[in-house]
């Protein structure tokens, strides 16, 4: 059996029985066990194992090698999602494993990583959309986000070379109309929910810009009546797997904020708090209010986000303010801060968003009371150069 030396003598070539070359080289040692760890390159010729084995131990030499990933896309995925997202919240996990298990390994999930294609991954998403109950674009967006960033850690890992849904085309995604509370409106708004079961609910959310889980997560300690402030640091929200309870977790972006409503809102927490304390003395034993939540039911339980939306929902309906939501009471505050003179930064401030600039592009339009007003103050200034012309 003829025999070479292989290059620096990092291994020896052979030539094997069934006519292929090969030869047997040393990467490293096991980190657990300490033992040698040897891998093979093959060839059909002497000359081309030794090219294959020169490169091997220059990328060994450097630094830069790692075992060519030999694991599927699904199996890569599992080891992913176990292993690399570990700082997610639950209801994020829950996510990432229904569109894993639902759209990404039943298209794509037997596949080797390494011959893992742009194309492949575009097909999943063409086909998605045009399936008898299509996925929104924002939909496929959520998972291209999933896909791209466990694709992303195998190139960090150098498990593949590049991440081939960089150059995927994803669908646009159409701004949803924004639906507001404005001008004469909130007034009828108010005049409606008087006397309502969730009247505080909507007006505390309407007068201070908070989104949903923020409002039902708002707890007692963070209500500062002396001070007139709210600290804004969680929100309530549902686990999502069966069974799934609702509880206290940081905000979406992790990034808390105090603001401070007006007086008013401050005086509608202050009458909750007083009802609050009547309800825990009729319940006595049976109060449950663990999180201490500043809106519950009469048992001291969390309020259903469902049960709210609905209510919102007959209310605005009853007013002919169709396709108003209970974010919407979030965007009406907005444009009610900027009617009555908020800078674009306070604002910001408030909603809790990362840039001004994001505000106002998300809330500078323009009501029929904020035309009016700019109108007037033209013709003022008209008049007042025609006084002084």
Same mark, same amino acid.
Request: positive net charge; proline residues 4%; charged residues 30%.
């Given at each position: 059996?003829? =025999?070479?030396?292989?290059?620096?003598g990092s291994?020896?070539?052979?030539k094997?029985?069934?006519g292929? %070359?090969?030869c047997k080289?040393?990467? $490293?040692?096991?980190?657990?066990t300490g033992?040698?760890i040897?891998?093979s390159v093959?060839?059909k010729s002497?000359?081309?194992?030794?090219?294959? +084995?020169?490169?091997a131990?220059a990328s060994?030499?450097?630094?830069t /090698?790692?075992?060519?990933?030999?694991? *599927?896309?699904?199996? %890569?995925?599992?080891?992913? /999602?176990k292993?690399?997202?570990?700082?997610?919240?639950p209801?994020t996990l829950s996510?990432?494993d229904?569109?894993?298990?639902t759209?990404i390994k039943?298209?794509m999930?037997?596949l080797?990583?390494? !011959?893992? !294609?742009t194309?492949t991954i575009?097909?999943l998403?063409?086909?998605?959309?045009?399936?008898d109950?299509?996925l929104s674009?924002k939909?496929?967006?959520?998972?291209?986000?999933i896909l791209?960033s466990?694709? @992303?850690?195998?190139? $960090? +890992?150098?498990y593949?070379r590049?991440n081939? &849904?960089?150059?995927c085309t994803?669908? =646009?995604? @159409?701004a949803?109309e924004?639906?507001?509370?404005?001008?004469d409106?909130?007034?009828r708004f108010?005049?409606?929910?008087r006397g309502?079961?969730?009247e505080?609910v909507?007006a505390v959310?309407?007068? &201070?810009?908070l989104?949903q889980?923020e409002l039902?997560?708002?707890?007692w300690?963070?209500?500062?009546?002396k001070?007139g402030r709210?600290?804004v /640091?969680? #929100?309530?929200q549902?686990e999502r797997?069966?069974?799934g309870?609702?509880?206290?977790v940081?905000l979406k972006? !992790?990034?808390? =904020?105090?603001i *401070?409503?007006?007086p008013h809102?401050?005086?509608?927490l @202050?009458?909750?708090k007083? #009802?609050q304390n009547?309800? =825990?003395l009729?319940?006595g034993?049976a109060w #449950?209010?663990s999180?201490?939540?500043?809106?519950?039911?009469a048992a001291g339980? /969390?309020?259903?986000p469902?049960?709210v939306?609905? !209510?919102?929902?007959r209310?605005?309906?009853? +007013?002919g303010?169709?396709g108003?939501?209970?974010?919407?009471?979030?965007h &009406?505050y907005?444009?009610?801060?900027? #009617?009555?003179?908020d800078d674009?930064? *306070?604002?910001q401030?408030?909603?809790?968003?990362?840039?001004?600039g994001f505000?106002l592009?998300?809330?500078g339009?323009s009501?029929?009371?904020?035309?009016?007003?700019?109108?007037?103050?033209? @013709?003022?200034?008209i008049? &007042?150069?025609?006084r002084?012309g």
């Open positions: 059996m003829a =025999r070479g030396r292989a290059p620096n291994g020896t070539i052979r094997r029985s069934d292929r %070359w090969e080289y040393c990467v $490293g040692n096991d980190p657990g033992k040698i040897r891998k093959y060839g002497e000359s081309e194992v030794a090219k294959k +084995l020169r490169k131990t060994i030499d450097d630094g /090698y790692t075992e060519a990933a030999k694991l *599927t896309v699904g199996q %890569w995925f599992d080891v992913w /999602y292993d690399f997202t570990g700082d997610l919240k209801s996510q990432y229904t569109y894993i298990k759209h039943p298209h999930g037997a080797p990583l390494s !011959s893992l !294609s194309h575009q097909s998403y063409n086909k998605l959309q045009r399936q109950k299509p674009p939909t496929i967006r959520n998972l291209h986000g791209h466990c694709l @992303e850690k195998a190139v $960090g +890992l150098a593949i590049v081939p &849904s960089d150059a994803l669908p =646009r995604v @159409e949803r924004m639906k507001t509370i404005a001008d409106d909130v007034g108010l005049d409606a929910i309502h079961e969730y505080t909507f959310d309407l007068f &201070s810009g989104r889980g039902l997560g708002l707890t300690g963070a209500v500062d009546f001070k709210i600290r /640091y969680r #929100q309530l549902k797997k069966v069974g309870d609702f509880r206290l940081s972006n !992790s990034k808390e =904020r105090t *401070t409503p007006p809102v401050m005086r509608l @202050e009458a909750i007083l #009802q009547k309800d =825990r009729r319940a034993e #449950q209010n999180m201490n939540l500043v809106f519950t039911n339980r /969390y309020v259903s469902s049960t939306y609905k !209510s919102l929902k209310v605005v309906d009853g +007013l303010l169709d108003v939501r209970f974010h919407d009471l979030r &009406s907005a444009l009610l801060s900027l #009617q009555n003179g674009p930064k *306070t604002l401030q408030n909603m809790g968003h990362h840039a001004a505000t592009d998300r809330y339009h009501s029929d009371q904020m035309k009016r007003a700019s109108a007037d103050r033209m @013709e003022a200034l008049a &007042s150069l025609k002084n």
